[in-house]
């Protein structure tokens, strides 16, 4: 079974900053897809971006952009000129390549932006 | 755009007693799954239904069921509930490969 690791329950960054979530993973599969979600207060889940394992190019989506070391099995969020609507947990999650197979979450980090 | 719809978006409910949760997916999704979220928690995976039929299965109890039905909505039926079933209840919806678009949840609380 496939695990996501997230090694940092919570980390604080200061508006206009920037700040990186971690996330590893561990998989025997080649192909997958990887993704961050956050959940504000709201507790909605939104998607924030997202990673197909055989594109080498990190994906990038505004202020959001992902460091994805295949190799290594790491996939790092960064937020840049972080701000105060980016205060939520966010998850990262793994998922296998076909239609149907269910997101695996690691345990989220809770993040903290401060004015 | 139109999003994936839960229904209730609160319920309440006894020990013992019965439960069904609906989700109405986004117009042309043919998945969805269902995820269950304790307080604190991260979402655990527990059915999905792929053109009606069941893809995939994770921590699913026994007495709860989900189906599929012809129009693409879904309904998690929940049994013989306990306390432990107190949670955030969340429907997703994708279609091919893409990626998985979530309601806004039921939050069921059992007293």
């Known amino acids: 079974a496939q695990t996501v690791t997230q090694s940092q329950p919570e980390m604080s960054v200061q508006e206009a900053e920037t700040v990186t979530l971690s996330c590893t993973y561990d998989?025997?599969?080649?192909?997958?897809?990887l993704f961050w979600y956050k959940q504000p207060p709201s507790r909605q889940m939104i998607l924030v971006i997202r990673?197909?394992?055989?594109?080498?190019q990190n994906a990038t989506e505004n202020r959001f952009s992902v460091n994805f070391q295949k190799a290594a099995k790491s996939f790092s969020l960064k937020i840049s000129d972080s701000q105060l609507g980016d205060a939520a947990m966010y998850f990262c999650?793994?998922?296998?390549?076909?239609?149907?197979?269910?997101?695996?979450f690691g345990k989220g980090t809770s993040l903290l932006v401060t004015p | 755009a139109a999003g994936v719809i839960q229904s209730p978006r609160h319920l309440i409910k006894e020990k013992r007693e019965t439960a069904t949760l609906k989700c109405y997916p986004i117009p042309r999704h043919d998945t969805v799954y269902w995820y269950q979220q304790g307080p604190g928690q991260d979402p655990q995976f527990l059915i999905s239904f792929y053109e009606k039929m069941q893809s995939d299965k994770g921590s699913i109890p026994d007495r709860f069921s989900a189906q599929q039905f012809s129009d693409y909505h879904s309904e998690l039926n929940m049994s013989s509930l306990e306390l432990g079933d107190s949670a955030l209840y969340f429907c997703?919806?994708?279609?091919?490969?893409?990626?998985?678009?979530f309601g806004d949840g039921t939050r069921l609380s059992i007293l």
């Open positions: 997703a919806s994708s279609s091919l490969n893409q990626p998985q678009h």
């Open positions: 998989t025997s599969e080649s192909d997958y897809y």
């Open positions: 999650a793994y998922r296998r390549p076909n239609s149907g197979y269910a997101l695996n």
């Open positions: 990673q197909e394992a055989y594109k080498q």
